[in-house]
């Protein structure tokens, strides 16, 4: 019905197309270049019908220091799923098979994702997968509105404590 694959740097024309129709946060060619080149294994995409995109997940990994030690976070930065397609189990393959290789291959602490207090398919899907709310980022969004950030430890020695360390700044 549908493959998960790594995204290739011909695919950018069609993840770009879903970006721009699926969602409010729009960006320019070289961000999507820049975080493939960075980290191409957790830069995933969907492929439906007659090999036609139909999501994309792109993840990057940060680095942050606190008294725990030096921790990899890993940052969901954008996904979508194309409205012909939802409620098929897509996003949460996109999402699985991202989080597998920003564990195993860029070796995530924890992994995070902010998402508009608005967006309840979104967050029903994290919250299905495990992420819990940090906290509130206040009028985050660039038209005023509120964003939650969300987590999820991937390693045992990681704590909320932790995270909180890390990105609690963020929050309200
Ligand atoms: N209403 C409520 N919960 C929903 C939902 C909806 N419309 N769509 C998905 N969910 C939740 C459900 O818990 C669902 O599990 P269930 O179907 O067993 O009830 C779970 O998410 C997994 O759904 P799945 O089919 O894997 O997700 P999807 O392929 O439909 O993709 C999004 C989900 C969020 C990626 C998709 O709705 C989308 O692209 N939205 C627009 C872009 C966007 O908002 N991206 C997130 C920005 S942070």
């Not at 270049?33 to 036609?52: L, M, Q, S, W, Y």
């Not at 969901?76 to 098979?97: H, P, Q, Y």
């Not at 597998?100 to 291959?105: F, R, S």
């Not at 495990?130 to 939650?148: I, K, Q, T």
């Amino acid at each position: 019905m549908f493959k998960i694959r790594f995204y290739r740097p011909e695919d950018i024309d069609q993840v770009q197309r879903l970006n721009r129709v699926f969602l409010p946060e729009h960006y320019p060619p070289y961000f999507f270049d820049e975080n493939f080149r960075r980290f191409p294994k957790a830069f995933i995409v969907a492929e439906g019908p007659n090999k036609t995109l139909v999501g994309y997940v792109m993840c990057r990994v940060e680095r942050g220091f606190t008294r725990g030690g030096m921790f990899n976070m890993g940052h969901i930065l954008s996904i979508a799923v194309d409205k012909g397609f939802r409620r098929m189990g897509i996003g949460t393959s996109l999402m699985l098979e991202a989080e597998k290789n920003l564990v195993n291959e860029y070796k995530a602490d924890f992994i995070y994702l902010e998402v508009r207090v608005s967006n309840k398919p979104a967050i029903n899907l994290y919250k299905k997968l495990g992420y819990e709310f940090l906290g509130v980022m206040p009028s985050y969004y660039h038209d005023g509105e509120d964003g939650y950030l969300m987590y999820k430890i991937t390693s045992a020695r990681t704590s909320k404590n932790d995270v909180k360390a890390l990105l609690g700044d963020r929050i309200k």
